[in-house]
Structure formats: C-alpha cells, structure tokens
C-alpha cells in the first residue's frame, strides 16, 4: 500500500511543484526487486506486474527510475529474514535479480542504484558499474556505522568521512573520490547538514570534527525527512546550513513508501516538505533525476 499512497500523493504534489519551480517535475523511484520480494511475493517482478499503470504513469512523466535491493536471505532454522553482507556471492546474486527484474518491467537497462540498510562496500560498486549503473545514491554522509535491526551477518559501513558531493569513486575504496572523468559510475551523497549547539557543546562539536573531519563538520547529520526537527534545528535551518557550505548547491533526499501510511512519521515528511518549498531559493530549484543534475552541476563547475 505504500506505493499506492505515495504515488498518489506526489502526483497531487506534482502541479503545485510545477508552479513554483515554473519546470517540469521529475521524481526518482527505487524499486525493490530482490530476493525477498520474489520469496514473498512470488517474481522478483511483483511491483510492475501489480501495478503497471503506476509505473506507466511515472515513466510517462519521465521520472528517474533505479533499483533498491537490499540483502536479507531466509533461514529456515530460525523462520526469519537475516542481512547477509558478508557473502559477496550474495550481495551480487540480490544485485543481478534486481537488475534483470527492472529491464523486464521497464523493458531497458536500470542506470540508478541505491542499497538498501544504509549498505555498501567497493566490491558492490565496481560490480554495478560493470553492470550499467551510472549513478549511486546510498551515501550517506556524516553516518557512523548504522545498528541494523534484526539478526546480520557481515558490517555496516561508516559514512564519516566521505565526500559531500557527487564523486568518482575509487576503485579499492568507494568511500574516496577519484579524478574526476575516471569511471563511468558516480556516487551522489544525499545531503546533510549540521546542528547548531550552545557554548556548553565543546566536547560535542570537536568530537563531530574529530569524526567527519575539518572539511566535512558542517555536513555531519543526514537529512532524513521523517525525523523530528526541532528548534534550533528545524529542518529549514538544516537546509540553509547545508546550502551554504557547499560549492555546487544541490539536495538530495530519500523517503521510503511505507513512511506514508505511517500517521507520525508521514506527518514529519510533510512538514519538511513545506520547508522544504518554502525555501526562498525554491523558485530555482528543479526537481530533476540524477542524470539531469549532474548535467546541471557539471555546467556551473
């Protein structure tokens, strides 16, 4: 139910965006389409073939559309789903399912990718590349290695000291730039801001610095709409904080479908929302897929 009731409200939203932005809207949707939905649901493919017009309706918009695999394997001991991310056979067996079930569903290649539970390792990143992704968006910057719900075999990684902006990343560490040009595949950071403490916070703001580094201190909490905002730390300041530090301006945020049939947290992602339109540079802004914004950053380097 989560894909009806958010396709439903972002395609209500669409128009009033138009208007503000005064261009064309254009949302990014992840699919699941991995082990776990083909067991649960009995084809990999559940999402297209339970609701083709949705998926009409957002191609035919020209949204972005990618892949948002995540790693649970069941184990029939226990009678329950686990992460399996230390088997890399695994990983790309979730990889390749979902890859094979987009091009069925949508009928081309998938170019965007974004794991799910906060997860990823270089050897994942090279193989999409090698796969046709052009563009990640699992990073999160500021992320310290995350404590995953239920039972995981394998780490989590720590997004501390990754950069803050759209990178090429490096083959033997994906959590580092490359030159840029070097590969075909590009990571992009969702965007994080920082909060703002008293003068009684010293300990606090030089353990921030100590773990994201000098560079990266203002950009150390993950925007993520469905938390609470509170004064001074509303989530319009969080935007104004993090616009300013960085040199090519952009944003970049993930909600999941289920967030909006949940009352509490859906009630969150609104509010941010109208923050988030609100903004005195919304006029500028465009609501575009990856490939459009790096066109669009690459340009005013």
Not at 108 to 116: E, I, K, L, Q, T
Not at 155 to 162: E, H, I, L, Y
Not at 207 to 223: F, Y
Not at 253 to 266: E, G, K, M, Q
Request: net charge neutral; glycine share 6%.
């Amino acid at each position: 139910m989560g894909f009806e009731v958010t396709h439903a409200y972002f395609s209500a939203l669409r128009g009033y965006i138009e208007e503000i932005t005064g261009a064309p809207v254009h949302y990014n949707w992840f699919f699941r389409m991995d082990p776990q939905i083909s067991e649960s649901y009995g084809r990999a493919t559940w999402v297209g073939d339970k609701y083709p017009r949705l998926v009409n309706d957002v191609q035919e918009h020209k949204d972005g559309l990618g892949v948002h695999p995540h790693g649970y394997r069941w184990h029939d001991a226990d009678q329950t789903w686990f992460l399996n991310m230390d088997d890399q056979d695994w990983v790309e067996y979730c990889v390749r399912m979902s890859l094979e079930a987009y091009s069925q569903v949508i009928g081309s290649p998938c170019a965007y990718f974004r794991f799910g539970n906060y997860w990823l390792n270089t050897a994942t990143v090279n193989l999409i590349e090698r796969l046709g992704i052009q563009c990640d968006l699992t990073v999160e910057p500021g992320m310290p290695a995350p404590a995953v719900r239920g039972p995981v075999m394998g780490w989590c990684p720590d997004f501390q000291r990754v950069p803050r902006a759209p990178y090429f990343p490096a083959e033997q560490d994906f959590r580092k730039p490359e030159r840029p040009g070097s590969r075909s595949i590009r990571l992009m950071p969702l965007t994080s801001g920082h909060f703002r403490f008293g003068f009684g916070f010293v300990r606090t703001r030089l353990r921030r610095m100590l773990a994201n580094g000098m560079r990266h201190r203002l950009q150390d909490t993950p925007l993520s709409m469905w938390n609470d905002w509170e004064a001074p730390n509303t989530f319009d300041r969080m935007l104004d904080r993090a616009l300013r530090v960085q040199r090519r301006p952009y944003l970049a945020f993930a909600i999941r479908s289920d967030t909006c049939i949940n009352p509490v947290l859906f009630s969150r992602v609104e509010s941010c929302l109208r923050a988030l339109l609100a903004h005195p540079s919304s006029g500028n802004f465009k609501f575009c897929t990856p490939r459009e914004a790096m066109a669009i950053l690459d340009n005013h380097g």
